[in-house]
């Protein structure tokens, strides 16, 4: 009895299957081109990882026409069919979807709709509607049928991918030529301090998109470069607003943060920066004599005053410390000057030599109180050693003593 119900479930779930497999309409579009060679199957072997296809949406949802037809009848214009769009035609084409609100949000309430309206104001766009079929378009940095979701890494736009996209255009000279605009701006950005950063894994690292905008792909202009730098270094831009190369800079045109710190090959900046010697940024404007170099000499003096103080407090502590002697409470403090030099390298944006030398000062005071009591702790450990060395000398001769007392009374007379 267990058995006859159990065929007959079998049978029942086999039926009910076989109903929804024929409910289930085959699109035309997959079973055909999976039948094709060449460029026209590629389109079926891509589209199965595609963001789309994942969430339920097929051929005719882009291209239109009837995925049940299986005649040439299902491209026809009355079926709604489209075909493939041109170049020029791409954006409104993603947008048909991409800007409708209401649809996009069926599927993730967080997605934006402007994608369109933001391209439009791009150089990319712009230059798209006059006829330039060689600028970006969305399938040129999304892909075409195997389009993923920007956080997968597999994604030409997830954030480690960026720069590469985008130099697939940018990087090469004869796709840019007639443009005007130089082509190693990837090769430098790779040697930046953002590429390192992104490298070791943190996402918040800036890519090109960062700088530049996405769809809204527009350079940013002298008057707003500080600004887009500001997005992220927010102290550095507050301190360079009230100091005296901004309206300096303004007056002449001249780019902010770049001005110092390059766009795209932004690297890791040093204390040698600072001052007027051979790797010196100031002396790339300030000349002898001039009130620019005279404080810059002052800031890199006063840098240098305090890293010079700090490694004497480091080593006199360390030595101490490998010697025994308990120094925690100094290096504790020696660490507080650590940070006054941090503070000191944050406000050389202030070009102003009174405010680092406040904060230089500040962090030597520290230094040499740590220095002084490195040396408190080896003249202690040395009187301790002198301690040790007279208390090892008193045992040795007790000790001589009292064998020698033994030896006296062991060799006494013999009766």
């Not at 791009?122 to 006829?131: A, E, I, T």
């Not at 979701?149 to 840019?176: G, L, Q």
Request: overall charge neutral.
């Amino acid at each position: 009895m267990q058995m006859r119900y159990s065929l007959a479930a079998i049978v029942m779930l086999l039926g009910t299957a076989g109903a929804f497999a024929a409910a289930a309409p085959e699109s035309t579009c997959i079973t055909c081109h999976s039948m094709l060679e060449g460029k026209l199957a590629e389109p079926v072997k891509k589209f199965d990882s595609d963001v789309h296809h994942q969430v339920g949406l097929g051929c005719a949802d882009c291209h239109g026409g009837d995925p049940a037809d299986e005649s040439m009848g299902s491209m026809s214009p009355a079926k709604g069919f489209r075909g493939v769009p041109r170049k020029t035609q791409v954006p409104e084409f993603c947008a048909r979807c991409h800007s409708d609100i209401a649809y996009m949000h069926r599927f993730n309430p967080k997605m934006r709709a402007d994608q369109l309206s933001q391209y439009l104001t791009s150089v990319h766009g712009k230059r798209l509607k006059q006829g330039d079929t060689k600028v970006a378009a969305c399938v040129d940095c999304h892909g075409v049928h195997n389009i993923l979701p920007a956080s997968d890494t597999r994604s030409p736009v997830h954030p480690v991918n960026v720069a590469s996209t985008c130099a697939h255009c940018h990087a090469s000279e004869e796709h840019m030529r007639g443009y005007n605009i130089p082509t190693d701006q990837a090769a430098k950005y790779e040697k930046s301090v953002h590429a390192e950063i992104l490298a070791e894994g943190d996402m918040s690292a800036p890519t090109c998109a960062t700088c530049h905008g996405n769809h809204g792909a527009t350079p940013p202009g002298v008057s707003s470069v500080a600004n887009v730098c500001g997005t992220c270094h927010v102290v550095f831009e507050q301190l360079f607003n009230q100091s005296p190369h901004r309206p300096a800079f303004a007056a002449m045109g001249l780019p902010g943060c770049v001005q110092c710190h390059s766009n795209h090959e932004i690297v890791k900046p040093s204390d040698d920066w600072v001052g007027v010697g051979p790797d010196s940024v100031c002396a790339n404007c300030h000349s002898e004599g001039d009130k620019g170099y005279v404080t810059a000499q002052k800031i890199a003096g006063d840098i240098t005053q305090l890293k010079t103080r700090l490694a004497s407090a480091q080593e006199i502590l360390d030595t101490a410390e490998r010697s025994g002697m308990e120094v925690s409470g100094a290096k504790v403090e020696l660490a507080s000057a650590h940070e006054s030099l941090i503070k000191a390298r944050v406000n050389v944006h202030t070009f102003s030599d009174a405010t680092v030398q406040k904060l230089t000062e500040e962090g030597v005071q520290t230094a040499d109180k740590s220095y002084q009591a490195g040396v408190t702790a080896l003249h202690e450990r040395d009187v301790r050693r002198k301690g040790l060395g007279i208390s090892l000398i008193a045992i040795v001769l007790a000790i001589s003593g009292l064998y020698l007392k033994i030896r006296q009374i062991e060799s006494g007379p013999k009766t």
